[in-house]
């Protein structure tokens, strides 16, 4: 589908100061040439404040896909959805007190690299394995593509140069200032993103005669957060058992993620950053989802027309959104997918010249690794370029699964962050046998989703047992693996793991300010918690 024609002269000059916007940024962030060096390249010196790093947490999560999708399942399930967005609030508290201080201490530029800090090579080599393959074959080329769709729906420009105007700034961006121009134009796109969100919820409200209209029309169930225990998506055990994992995988260990707190100038700052990112994913329900329920109820009421749930969104914009307004909609989805990529584009090639590149050639100097970085963004540019059209001949349902594999690899990587640092005895053995039983059975459930070969007979719950639920069973059998043959064989060296585990973490600052600061952090944390709770019992049904 392409655009109907609406957006507008108005329209264009949004989306034209968007652009000089955020390559203004990038030019401003990164003139003082901090990024001639590795730690300035990667990490953006390691002195990001906390209001940069919550801000760049924020808007590395969301992308157009991500908007689509949440407003497409608000007007398939209604509001349950958001329960992923919910629960990231407590886990980021989990990233900011429990995680960050042995990250940063450690003085790591990759999670990879924690992982042979804590265990060994063969850890590290896995996972920096897994996350290059599946950002390249995922997350690059699905947002690539977004890009594209993004102006071809809204603003009737071909697919593929729009696809080549997103990859082409945001890779020019990210391959000349580094980190430090990802998070300073993070900052700004989370500005665009959430307007947009909000003038679409506010008009669209406004189309259905308010809340109190928009609940009656949609009712209670669609309202309700709490789902029952057999619902195919969204079951409640699964949300309280199997979605922390993912969300502790997510949030806790993967590198565009926790790249963003690894480039903070201090424990206190990243930890800040990430209390603020947990406000700010209280947001998603409000402003991403609502929209979805919104245009269910246009549905029903014969005012909007979908042929398929994911054109909630795109429908509410090309319909409801006067012109300036598009615009800055428009701006806010190109917002969203460029900051997922430049995020994705830096992490990956943090990885490819930390845990690959710098492994082989460990005499290469800074700039040498430098210029390894910006050409690991060119050469990622062009394959995920490359993957897009292989999209079109796999089947919908085979690229959902493909990108489950991310689900299904979540448990034991999981595992072996969590218990690695909670119990100074698991070891290196423990370790890849967490890897090798949960990723064998993650990949052999996949397997028999994709090809139908299992019956239920045969395979029974293994097959048909929702994912979330899947997950929590998944990551209780890999802590098993790991407890079991971690004591079966022989410990690890407690100077191996010094600083690295609770039992062997150096202690904490006593100054007044340190405390003071902690002190503050806390309550902020404790107010992001009964935020959450309020949301819950809100919305209980």
């Not at 005669?209 to 969204?234: I, K, N, S």
């Not at 749930?309 to 598009?326: F, H, K």
């Not at 119990?423 to 989703?449: C, D, K, P, S, Y």
Request: overall charge neutral; glycine content about 10%.
């Amino acid at each position: 589908m392409v655009g109907s024609g609406n957006f507008n002269g108005l329209d264009w000059l949004v989306v034209g100061l968007y652009f000089v916007v955020i390559l203004g940024i990038a030019w401003w962030s990164s003139r003082d040439g901090r990024n001639a060096s590795t730690s300035g390249f990667f990490l953006g010196g390691r002195d990001a404040s906390w209001w940069v790093i919550g801000a760049s947490l924020f808007a590395s999560n969301i992308g157009s896909e991500h908007l689509i999708g949440l407003a497409g399942s608000g007007a398939a399930d209604g509001i349950a959805v958001a329960q992923f967005e919910i629960l990231a609030g407590m886990i980021l508290l989990l990233l900011g007190w429990f995680f960050v201080p042995f990250y940063l201490r450690s003085g790591v530029f990759t999670m990879p690299e924690f992982l042979e800090r804590r265990y060994s090579s063969g850890p590290r080599t896995y996972l920096a394995t897994v996350s290059i393959v599946s950002y390249v074959l995922t997350k690059i080329s699905v947002t690539i593509a977004a890009g594209g769709i993004v102006f071809e729906v809204l603003m009737g420009v071909d697919f593929w140069l729009g696809a080549f105007i997103v990859v082409a700034v945001t890779g020019m961006y990210t391959l000349w200032g580094g980190m430090r121009a990802v998070l300073y134009t993070d900052l700004v796109q989370t500005v665009f993103l959430i307007a947009g969100a909000i003038a679409v919820t506010f008009i669209g409200l406004q189309a259905v005669g308010g809340w109190q209209a928009l609940q009656t029309a949609a009712g209670a169930e669609r309202f309700d957060l709490w789902q029952p225990m057999d619902h195919p998506d969204y079951p409640w055990t699964g949300i309280l058992l199997g979605a922390p994992i993912l969300g502790i995988w997510y949030w806790c260990t993967d590198q565009v993620i926790v790249q963003r707190v690894l480039a903070a100038r201090g424990i206190a700052e990243a930890r800040r950053g990430t209390i603020f990112a947990g406000f700010l994913k209280q947001l998603p329900l409000l402003i991403f989802v609502v929209p979805g329920v919104i245009a269910y109820v246009l549905v029903q009421r014969g005012e909007l027309v979908l042929n398929r749930p994911d054109e909630a969104l795109p429908a509410l914009i090309d319909s409801l959104l006067p012109a300036g307004l598009r615009g800055l909609v428009a701006a806010g989805m190109l917002a969203a997918l460029m900051s997922s990529l430049s995020s994705v584009f830096n992490a990956c090639s943090t990885l490819i010249t930390v845990d690959i590149f710098g492994r082989i050639r460990k005499e290469a100097t800074e700039q040498t690794k430098v210029l390894v970085g910006r050409l690991s963004i060119v050469a990622l540019t062009g394959l995920g370029v490359l993957w897009i059209p292989f999209m079109d001949l796999i089947s919908g349902k085979l690229f959902v699964y493909i990108q489950s594999v991310q689900a299904y690899i979540a448990p034991p990587v999981a595992a072996i962050f969590v218990l690695g640092i909670l119990w100074q005895r698991m070891n290196t053995q423990g370790a890849i046998a967490a890897l090798w039983v949960g990723g064998t059975l993650g990949l052999l459930r996949l397997t028999l989703e994709i090809s139908n070969i299992g019956s239920a007979e045969l395979f029974g719950l293994f097959i048909e047992m929702n994912f979330l639920h899947f997950a929590a069973v998944l990551f209780a059998v890999s802590c098993t693996a790991m407890v079991v043959v971690s004591l079966l064989t022989q410990a690890p060296d407690t100077v191996h793991t010094r600083s690295l585990t609770l039992q062997t973490k150096d202690a904490a600052p006593t100054d007044a300010a340190s405390r003071k600061l902690r002190q503050q952090d806390l309550w902020w944390s404790l107010g992001l918690l009964a935020l959450i709770a309020w949301v819950w019992w809100t919305f209980k049904g």
